[in-house]
């Protein structure tokens, strides 16, 4: 497999933002998303780390209403969460009309 050229890369996902949502902390990780987002040409928000938002434990917002609002917003999701469940609900949860 060879290495395409950026300039290919940033033609295929142009204009797309990218929610990233990282309620588990992984550096390295969420800098790949990050970088990947980038090369593709695309956009990215989010956080990366839980508690510093009302997603986190003091304000308790919910997970769905987190994804439900910010899907307004962004064209795909990113989800890193210490449990399977969330990212498997919000395939049936609805995205914003």
């Known amino acids: 497999m060879s290495r395409q050229p950026r300039a ?4 295929i996902a142009p204009y797309t933002t990218v929610d990233l949502q ?5 550096t390295r990780t969420m800098i790949s998303c990050q970088a990947a987002t980038s090369l593709l040409g695309g956009k ?16 308790t917002e919910t997970l ?6 910010l899907s ?8 890193r969460h210490v449990d399977d ?3 498997n609900a919000q395939l049936r949860w609805p995205r914003c009309q």
């Open 64 to 69: 769905e209403d987190t994804v439900r609002v």
């Open 72 to 79: 307004c917003h962004t064209d795909l999701l990113m989800l």
């Open 22 to 26: 990282f309620h588990q902390n992984s």
């Open 85 to 87: 469940t969330p990212a």
């Open 44 to 59: 990215y928000a989010g956080f990366a780390d839980a508690k510093t938002t009302r997603a986190g434990n003091f304000f």
């Open 8 to 11: 290919d890369l940033a033609r």
